[in-house]
């Protein structure tokens, strides 16, 4: 046991450096508990006995995550860096920005487990969910004593580079005060200790930390890539899918394999029971996706008319080609208002997300050829401000029928 270990056991509120294999299954087992400036972290309680989980009995998000950089998919730029640093075991300090599902805390997950191994890892990496700890405190107190721990020896099977990597994950929650503390930390201990800072909005962090680390820019899965890894786990887990199963999904998910996979598993257990190939349709139900008929006559209602008969399909989502202006909605704008809330209020009951009723009124909207910029800039202007509103915490009916009122009178403007 080397001495950050030891340290850690005398106290209590130290997480011991995380290793990665288990880093969801202590997770779940983590108790809460509080730092001095309020902010509270897991308790970690070590199992060193404990049997490694079920595979079967594993979400297949975890359950296929990426055991080396080479599983990792589409990111072929960072991944063809780390593969290099692998080979030279030298890393610097970087930062790991993109989407959510895109694979940033699983690349470097996977790569420590290359460079140090399943047992090092335990010495060698700091695993810090910068959500809940994220107090300057913890930088202080946490972080540098890791930081500035000595080396522990290195496992020969394993490149073990003489460094420790401390993985800042959620990096963008952290204070401003506790990313500042940790500059001169990411220097004074650079020659022990690596850092790796994962975030989604880049903007979050300040520039004295990008400037210490490469980049990584994680962008959203393609679909050939995402196909293929869906296609490998509907094979591994046997899943029957009827065709244009995987396209839904795919779509549904904008990038986000995290997300496929979660709404896969959703699917198959659904059909398992009958026996029967997942479908379009069912993909459709657990995304939660509006179906085209649903949103057509909210559409109507505000102003724009369907030219076709594609609601007939709710599988399909609405092709914006065959959305046009009605005019005659003009001439019945006086019971609009009726109209545009009858319509949320039906919407709404349904039980379909704010967000998810904004992104595809948003898509179908925007993508219009017909409707005119002035109109669309208007539109875009509202839903911005309504997403603002709802992450704040306002009421999504209110605010979809905000949204929706200010839609029809822009269309209305022409
Ligand atoms: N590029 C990828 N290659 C293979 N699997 C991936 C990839 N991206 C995501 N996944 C799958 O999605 C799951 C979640 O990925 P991961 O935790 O790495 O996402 P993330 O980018 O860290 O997301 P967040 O920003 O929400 O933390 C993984 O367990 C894995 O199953
Ligand atoms: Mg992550």
């Known amino acids: 046991m080397d001495a950050w270990l030891k340290k850690s056991s005398k106290n209590a509120n130290l997480k011991p450096p995380a290793a990665a294999a288990a880093t969801s299954s202590s997770k779940a087992a983590a108790t809460e508990a509080s730092t001095s400036d309020g902010a509270s972290f897991p308790k970690i309680k070590v199992k060193s006995t404990a049997a490694p989980l079920d595979p079967a009995r594993q979400p297949w998000v975890e359950k296929y995550r990426p055991k080396s950089i080479q599983d990792v998919a589409a990111q072929d730029h960072t991944t063809a860096v780390l593969k290099k640093t692998l080979g030279s075991a030298n890393l610097p300090h970087m930062l790991f920005y993109g989407p959510p599902g895109t694979g940033k805390t699983s690349t470097i997950l996977a790569l420590c487990r290359e460079l140090f191994g399943p047992e090092l890892m335990r010495n060698r990496v700091l695993e810090l969910n910068a959500s809940d700890e994220r107090g300057i405190s913890v930088v202080r107190e946490k972080i540098k004593t890791f930081a500035k721990a000595a080396v522990s020896p290195p496992d020969p099977n394993f490149p073990s580079p003489p460094y420790k990597i401390i993985i800042l994950d959620e990096a963008d929650s952290m204070t401003q005060d506790a990313q500042s503390a940790l500059r001169r930390i990411m220097e004074t ?144 704008a006086k019971d609009g208002f009726a109209r545009v809330k009858t319509q949320v209020e039906m919407i709404v009951r349904e039980g379909y997300s704010a967000w998810q009723i904004l992104s595809q009124l948003h898509d179908l909207l925007i993508l219009d050829p017909l409707l005119p910029s002035v109109a669309k800039a208007a539109i875009a202007l509202a839903m911005g401000e309504a997403d603002k509103c709802l992450n704040d915490g306002a009421d999504e009916e209110l605010q979809i029928l905000h949204v929706c009122l200010q839609i029809r009178a822009a269309v209305l403007r022409g």
């Open 189 to 332: 201990y650079s020659r022990i200790t690596r850092f790796c800072l994962i975030c989604n909005y880049v903007t979050r962090i300040i520039e004295p930390i990008t400037s210490r680390c490469s980049k990584f820019r994680f962008k959203p899965l393609d679909q050939a890539n995402t196909k293929t890894r869906l296609e490998y786990i509907c094979d591994e887990e046997k899943v029957h899918y009827a065709e244009g199963s995987l396209d839904t999904l795919i779509k549904v998910s904008e990038g986000d394999l995290r997300r496929a996979i979660t709404f896969l598993q959703s699917a198959s257990k659904l059909h398992a029971s009958a026996d029967d190939p997942i479908t379009p349709r069912s993909i459709h139900e657990i995304a939660g996706i509006v179906p085209d008929s649903t949103l057509a006559r909210l559409v109507e209602a505000l102003g724009v008319e369907l030219t076709t008969a594609s609601g007939d399909n709710d599988a399909d989502m609405l092709d914006a080609q065959d959305v046009k202006l009605n005019s005659s909605a003009k001439n019945g």
